[in-house]
C-alpha cells in the first residue's frame, strides 16, 4: 500500500479476481487507476475506486453486462434510472426461477412415469427404437396422447 493506495495485485488478491479482469474493467473504463507509476506502470487505486469495483462484481453476480455496469457507475444515472434497470433484472431473473420451476416439474412428471413403468423394468433387453419409443412415452406423455388420438381419429 502506498499512502493509502492499493495496488492492483492487492486489490485482486482481495476480490479474488485475476489482474487481467481489473485491467479489462479499465479497458472498458468502469474502473480507472487514481494513479499509474510513469516507471514501472505500477496502477494504484483509492478506497473509492475499491468501493466501486465491489459494486461493479456484486451487479455482476447479478447478472449484468459490463455495458450495463459503466451506464449506472457513469454518475448519469438517476434513481427513477437506477429503480427501472434494477426492477427489469428481478423480473428477468423471475421469469428464470418461474422456467426453472416448470423444468423441474416437467422432471418430476417424467421420473413418476419412469417409476410407474412396467415396461422400463426391461430397458436392457430393449432395441434401440424401443428404448427410443419408451423414452418418447416417459418424456413426451402429451404429445403422445395427441398423435395416438390423431392415429385413431385418422383410422375411423
Known amino acids: 500500500m502506498k499512502n493509502g493506495l492499493m495496488m492492483i495485485g492487492e486489490i485482486a488478491e482481495f476480490f479474488g479476481i485475476s489482474r487481467k479482469a481489473i485491467r479489462l474493467y479499465e479497458k472498458k473504463g468502469i474502473i480507472k487507476p487514481v494513479e499509474v507509476d510513469a516507471q514501472n506502470g505500477y496502477r494504484y487505486y ?39 434497470v434494477l426492477e427489469k433484472k428481478r423480473r428477468a431473473w423471475l421469469e428464470t426461477v ?40 416417459m418424456v413426451c406423455i402429451e404429445d403422445v396422447r395427441a398423435q395416438k388420438a390423431l392415429s385413431e381419429a385418422l383410422w375411423l
Not at 469495483?53 to 449484468?64: H, P, T, V
Not at 418430476?108 to 419409443?133: H, P, V
Open 98 to 137: 418461474e422456467t426453472a420451476r416448470y423444468k423441474s416439474e416437467c422432471l418430476e412428471s417424467i421420473l413418476g412415469n419412469l417409476r410407474s413403468s412396467q415396461e422400463a423394468n426391461d430397458i436392457k433387453e430393449m432395441t434401440d427404437d424401443q428404448r427410443a419409443w419408451l423414452l418418447v412415452k
Open 46 to 84: 483509492s478506497a473509492a475506486q475499491v468501493q466501486q469495483l465491489n459494486a461493479l462484481l456484486e451487479l455482476k453476480s447479478l447478472g449484468f453486462s459490463l455495458e450495463e455496469i459503466k451506464s449506472l457507475l457513469d454518475g448519469e444515472t438517476t434513481k427513477e434510472r437506477l429503480a427501472d
